[in-house]
C-alpha cells in the first residue's frame, strides 16, 4: 500500500497578474486485468506563453488517464510499448479542443510527465522539463533530464507537432518503492542541477515523515505540503506553479 502526499501551489508571478496555477497533476491506483495494481502519477505544466496552458495541461492529465485505464484493463504493463499512441491521443484532442474554439494547438501547451507503478515493474515517460526521482531500496536517482532544450528558459511540449522526438520512455523490472514527481517551478531546490541528480535535502525530510506516517496523516500532510510550496522560503527561489508528488511504500514505526 502507496502512502501518497501532493499539491500544487500558484505561483508568485501568476499571483500578481491574476492568473491561475496551471499545473494539473492526478495520482490514482488502477487494477489491470490481471488484478495487478498499478500507482499512475502524471504531472503537466501549462506553458506560460499559452492563453490556455492550464486547460492543456488538464486535457493532458485526464486523456492520459483514461487511455491508461484502457490499456491496463486490455493487458499488464509487460506489453505497455503505448506511450506514443497515448500522446498522439492526448494531441487529437487539444487539437480538436483548439479546432473548435478556432486557435492553434500552441494555445494550450504543456509538458508530460508521469509514472506507472507496479509491484516489481514501472513504466516512466517524460516530454518536457520538470522530473522525475525514483528510489529502489536505498538507491535513489532521476529517471530523466529535465530537457530544457538549447536556450535558457525554453523546453518542449507535448502539444509540438515533433513532441514524439522528444519523448523519453524507460521501463524497469526493479522494484520501485519511492517516487517524487514535480514541475519544473521546484526543479531547482529539488535538483542539484550541476550534476542532475536529486538534492537529498530536498527530499529526505519529507519522504522520511511519511515513511512513519498513517494513510490518514498523509491525506492532512497534503495541506502542509501546499503550505510549504507557498512558503516565502520556496517563492524567494521560484516565481513560478508549482507542483509535487511524493509516493512511498517503505514504511517505518514512530520509533523505527
Known amino acids: 500500500m502507496w502512502r ?4 500544487s501551489a500558484t505561483g508568485t508571478s501568476h499571483i500578481a497578474t491574476n492568473l491561475p496555477c496551471q499545473d494539473v497533476y492526478c495520482v490514482e491506483t488502477i487494477q489491470s486485468k490481471d488484478s495487478q495494481d498499478y500507482l499512475v502519477c502524471l504531472v503537466s505544466d501549462g506553458a506560460g506563453s499559452a492563453k490556455f496552458g492550464g486547460e492543456g495541461a488538464q486535457l493532458t492529465c485526464s486523456v492520459a488517464l483514461s487511455s491508461i485505464k484502457r490499456t491496463l484493463s486490455e493487458t499488464r504493463l509487460d506489453s505497455l510499448i503505448e506511450v ?3 500522446v498522439k491521443e492526448i494531441q487529437h484532442v487539444i487539437r480538436e479542443t483548439a479546432d473548435t474554439n478556432g486557435l492553434g ?15 516489481d515493474d514501472s513504466l516512466f515517460f517524460q516530454i518536457g522539463d520538470g522530473a522525475i526521482v525514483a528510489s529502489s531500496g536505498y538507491v535513489q536517482g532521476l529517471v530523466f533530464c529535465p530537457d530544457t532544450g538549447m536556450y535558457a528558459n525554453m523546453t518542449y511540449f507535448i502539444t509540438e507537432e515533433d513532441a514524439l522526438s522528444h519523448l523519453q520512455v524507460t521501463g524497469t523490472h526493479a522494484k520501485i518503492d519511492e517516487i517524487a514527481l514535480f514541475s519544473d517551478g521546484i526543479q531547482n531546490l529539488a535538483l542539484s542541477l550541476e ?8 527530499f529526505e525530510p519529507m519522504l522520511h515523515k511519511i515513511r ?9 500532510f497534503n495541506q502542509l505540503l501546499e503550505q510549504f510550496l507557498n512558503s516565502a522560503s520556496v517563492n524567494e527561489r521560484t516565481n513560478d506553479d508549482k507542483t509535487l508528488i511524493l509516493a512511498s511504500r517503505r514504511f517505518y514505526d514512530s520509533i523505527g
Open 84 to 86: 506514443e499512441r497515448w
Open 105 to 119: 494547438m500552441r494555445e494550450y501547451a504543456c509538458t508530460f510527465l508521469g509514472a506507472i507503478i507496479g509491484y
Open 212 to 220: 512513519m506516517s498513517s494513510t490518514e496523516d498523509c491525506l492532512m
Open 4 to 7: 501518497i502526499v501532493h499539491a
Open 195 to 202: 550534476q542532475y541528480t536529486p538534492h537529498i535535502p530536498f
